[in-house]
């Protein structure tokens, strides 16, 4: 079974706080992809990852940075935490072909106080 | 660049009733069309897509889609809903040459008793 896993569902984190979410997938998919979710915006793309320390960014890059050491693992980085970063966190992978399905995680949902 | 509407963001209705849920996409070159879905606290799952061939596609729990080049839509239907589709259903777009998934706002299907 394909597996995308967010390593914490629930995360609290103070104002200026470095934060750090990973994630990993088990399917030795090149593409990997951070997301924010909010009510009434749905999921909008922060970065994309094609390939090993290669990124793109997407939409809402700003206050974030991203690291892709290994194939298999992504990390999203919080560079000093601000109060309108909380939010759903989505990770998601696929393969290298544009028309494949995106694998999801189950989510971490952040909030910074 | 490409975006997606997703025209309704709320869609309320009768178990056994049809449902349609609309998605507009603007983009001038080829894409690939995707419906996910996410129940309450869990990660998105893929619905269907569309890719080329016939422009009817479906997809599981009875869900089909229709592409519509020339209307540039993508609407996802069902002939008769049940109480357990009540989730959140996003549209995505994946542009030809591109690899990155880029989503709609979300529409929320309540299916009442």
């Known amino acids: 079974d394909v597996k995308v896993t967010q390593s914490s569902r629930y995360l609290v984190k103070r104002t200026g706080e470095k934060v750090f979410l990973e994630c990993v997938q088990d399917m030795d998919h090149e593409n990997m992809f951070w997301y924010r979710q909010d009510p009434g915006l749905g999921l909008r793309l922060i970065y994309f990852?094609?390939?090993?320390?290669?990124?793109e960014k997407g939409d809402i890059p700003e206050g974030y940075s991203v690291s892709r050491e290994k194939k298999e693992r992504f990390s999203l980085i919080l560079e000093s935490a601000s109060t309108n970063q909380t939010s759903m966190y989505l990770c998601?992978?696929?393969?290298?072909?544009?028309?494949?399905?995106?694998?999801f995680g189950q989510g971490t949902r952040l909030t910074v106080v | 660049a490409q975006s997606v509407t997703q025209l309704d963001s709320q869609v309320p209705v009768f178990e056994e009733a049809p449902v349609e849920l609309r998605c507009n996409y603007s983009?001038?070159?080829?894409?690939?069309l995707f419906w996910y879905v996410q129940y309450p606290n869990q990660g998105l799952q893929l619905l269907l897509k569309y890719l080329s061939g016939s422009t009817l596609v479906k997809g599981i729990n009875g869900f089909e889609a229709e592409f519509n080049k020339s209307q540039t839509s993508f609407h996802l239907r069902k002939p008769s809903v049940h109480i357990s589709d009540t989730a959140e259903y996003f549209c995505?777009?994946?542009?030809?040459?591109?690899?990155?998934?880029?989503f709609g706002k979300g529409t929320k299907l309540t299916v009442n008793p």
């Open positions: 983009s001038s070159v080829s894409v690939y």
């Open positions: 995505a777009v994946v542009r030809g040459g591109s690899e990155k998934l880029v």
């Open positions: 990852s094609y390939d090993v320390k290669m990124k």
């Open positions: 998601a992978s696929s393969t290298g072909a544009a028309n494949t399905e995106a694998f």
